[in-house]
C-alpha cells in the first residue's frame, strides 16, 4: 500500500487542500500523482457540496445547494503505462466514511439525503416534490438512522457515485455537441435538459493561469454518467468491486469520489443516497489493448462486490408506462419506475410518513428497482423492492390494517420554496 495519495483536512475547504482535485472534466487537468499497475493505494474523498449542508434541521441548504461547485473528485491519478485502448483495472479495497471524526462535516459521523427543488436540479419526480426537503442520517457502525424518517434502520451500500477516466480532447468535444444540441431543444426548461460547461466555480487541479479560462470554457460538468464511468452512481460498487474503464489518454487520468453511504436504486431524489465524505482504497492495473480484446467502446464493465447487507424479504411495488393523467405512453421504461416509486410512498403514507419521507427513504434505502418487462406493448413494468427488515414495524399488509408510526419531526421543508 503506497499509503495516502490525496489527503483532505475535514476543517479546510476543497480548494485549500494540499492537493487540489477537480470537478470538471478535461484531458489537460494535471494528475496529482502516478502510480503503477499493481500498486493499492489510499484517497481521500470530498461529499460533493464540499460542507455546504449541515446538520440541522432545515432544507434551506437544499434548496440553496451550489450546483456549479459540484463534484469535488479526488484525482486525477496517472497510470504509468496506460494508453488509448487499453482498458483500467481498479478494485476497491475498502469504502467508508470519514475514519474517527465527528463534526459538521458530512461523514463525520453522519450524512444526508434531499430532495431537490425543481428551480435546482430537480429530482426523478419533480412535478410531484417540487420543493426542498432534507433528512439527516446518523451512523452506528454499518447502520444509518434518521430523525427525519424514524421507525428505520438499515445497513448501508456504501460506494462512490463516480470513478472515471479522462476523455481525449475529440470525446469531450462530442460531448459538449451532443449535450449543446439536447439544451437547444428546449433552453429555458426548467430543470435543464443538460449542463453545458460553466467556469463559474470550476476546480481545474493545477492548469496553469494562463489556460485555465480555455479550460474552464470547454471542461464538462461531472453531473451525467457518460462513456468514461462518471457520475453513474451504481449503488452496488462496494467493497470488492472490480471495474474495468475504458482509456482514452496516456496515462489514464482517473478520478474517484461522491460517496454515499447506502443508496436506492436510481438515486431517486437527485442529492441522494446518503451523500457524506470519506475514503477509498483502491488498487489499480492494466489490460493492455482490452477495449478492442473485449469489444468495449464506450462501456465500463463492473464485478461489483459481495459485501451488500442480506435480506431475505421485500415487499415490492410496480409500475407501468401510463401516466398519472391515465395517458398511454409506449415502452416508457422511465415512467413506469416512477408510478412504481409513486406506488410505494402511497403504501408508506398508509403507516404515517408524510409523502416526502417516504420519498427520501427510498432514495436512500438499500432498495432494488427492476426493469421487470419491456416487451409487452404498449405497458413496460417496472418495480421495486423494499426489504422489510429495515422498519421495526411489521410493513405487510394484513387484515389488522397499517401500523401507526409516529413521524416525529418529519422531513424539514425549505421555509421559503420557489414552488408549492
Known sequence: MLGNLFPLDSSKPFT?????????????????????????????????FDGAIKNDDSAEDILNAPMKKVHGLSGPFRIEGAQPGDLLIVDILDVGPIPQEQGPLAGQGWGYTGIFAKSNGGSFLVEQFPDAYKAVWDFHGPWATSRHIPGVKFEGLTHPGIMATAPSAELLAKWNTREAALIATDPERVPPLALPPEPEESVLGSVPQADRARIAAEAARTAPPRENGGNQDIKNLTKGTRAFYPVFVDGANFSVGDLHFSQGDGEITFCGGIEMGGYLELHVDLIKNGMELYGVSENAIFMPGRQDPQFSEWIAFSGTSVTLDGEQRYLDSHLSYQRAILHAIDYLATFGYSPEQAYLLLGAAPVEGRLSSVVDIPNSCSTVYIPTAIFDFDVRPSANGPHQIDPGIGAPKAADPVFG
Not at 20 to 43: C, L, M, Q, W
Open 16 to 48: 485549500e487542500q494540499e492537493k487540489i482535485g477537480h470537478n470538471r472534466y478535461h484531458p489537460e487537468i494535471p494528475p496529482v500523482a502516478t502510480v503503477k499497475p499493481g500498486d493499492s493505494f489510499r484517497v481521500d474523498s470530498r461529499e460533493w
